[in-house]
């Protein structure tokens, strides 16, 4: 659907916004012990295969809509189902069946009042980590998902600060009024567009993680967070890719979006607009390995 559109659209409050990325993934806790004896969980959960042809059913165009009371899964492959519930990017996961990222499932899960009530008492960044620990569970109770961890040796990109310093808005989450809410992308979330003729990558209250995990899927390269910013960002980002890029962006894309005429290179435009640098390193990335995983139980 995006490559009939024309462009390479992705929206990071699905995939990264709300994510924590490489740099960040430590903090969030394995499903070792099935996330943790004491976690946060779901009380009911209804998991049902997407049969191609059918209705969409999608609520919105994102794939993942955490609702005050639970959560909201429609047309997502399993893989994407790990790669948000344990904060990774694509390269981070290795091992697994091939109907890993062919099958599709809708899945409805609901917490109680209770649950609701902790959730609200915990910082933002801790609220992330307790829905992903939750779908964590989700994955090793009803996909019998096992993994191990393992350090491999990548060639990445490190972003880190120019010497010219951050050129990033600080906004803080806490500062949105709920009762008013605003039309627009929402708080927390980003946006790439991305043709044979450039890109863009707008931010909006995002933390860095959204940004490199973009780049990642840009750059075909993981982009790792090393810039020591804990923050989150209004920022926009404009480039004009060089040939190997152009060629990249218009196979997965289909036709450019809009020209940016005179946007510099991407490796420029980070530095001169955003104050910040990549620079080319390989490094040991720990990765996820996927032991066992079955089709889901019944509902």
């Given at each position: 659907m995006l490559?009939?559109?024309?462009?390479l659209i992705v929206g990071a409050s699905v995939l990264f916004g709300l994510i924590?990325?490489?740099?960040?993934?430590?903090?969030s806790q394995t499903q070792d012990k099935s996330a943790s004896s004491g976690a946060l969980e779901y009380d009911v959960v209804s998991i049902k295969r997407f049969t191609p042809g059918g209705p969409l059913n999608f609520g919105g165009f994102h794939p993942f809509v955490e609702t005050p009371d639970g959560l909201v899964v429609r047309t997502a492959t399993v893989k994407m189902l790990i790669l948000r519930a344990y904060g990774v990017d694509a390269y981070q996961i290795s091992g697994g069946p091939d109907w890993l990222s062919s099958e599709r499932y809708d899945?409805?899960?609901k917490f109680d009042g209770?649950?609701?009530d902790e959730l609200q008492k915990i910082s933002p960044n801790d609220r992330v980590l307790a829905r992903q620990r939750m779908l964590q569970t989700i994955l090793a109770e009803r996909f019998n998902l096992t993994i191990h961890r393992e350090n491999k040796e990548l060639q990445t990109y490190s972003l880190v600060v120019a010497k010219s310093g951050p050129k990033l808005k600080e906004v803080k989450l806490e500062d949105a009024d709920p009762s008013k809410p605003k039309a627009g992308p929402a708080p927390g979330s980003a946006q790439m567009t991305a043709g044979a003729s450039g890109g863009q990558i707008r931010g909006f209250a995002s933390p860095l993680a959204s940004l490199?995990?973009?780049?990642?899927n840009y750059l075909h390269r993981p982009v790792i967070d090393r810039?020591?910013?804990?923050e989150r960002y209004d920022f926009t980002l404009r480039w004009t890719p060089d040939d190997n890029q152009a060629q990249v962006s218009a196979s997965a894309s289909g036709l450019p979006p809009a020209d940016p005429t005179?946007?510099?290179s991407i490796f420029t435009a980070i530095q001169e607009q955003l104050g910040l640098k990549l620079e080319s390193a390989k490094v040991p990335v720990e990765i996820i390995v996927i032991d066992k995983i079955e089709r889901p139980s019944g509902n």
């Open positions: 490559s009939t559109a024309g462009l924590p990325s490489t740099s960040s993934w430590a903090q899945i409805d899960a209770a649950t609701a490199t995990g973009m780049l990642t810039t020591g910013l804990t005179g946007s510099p």
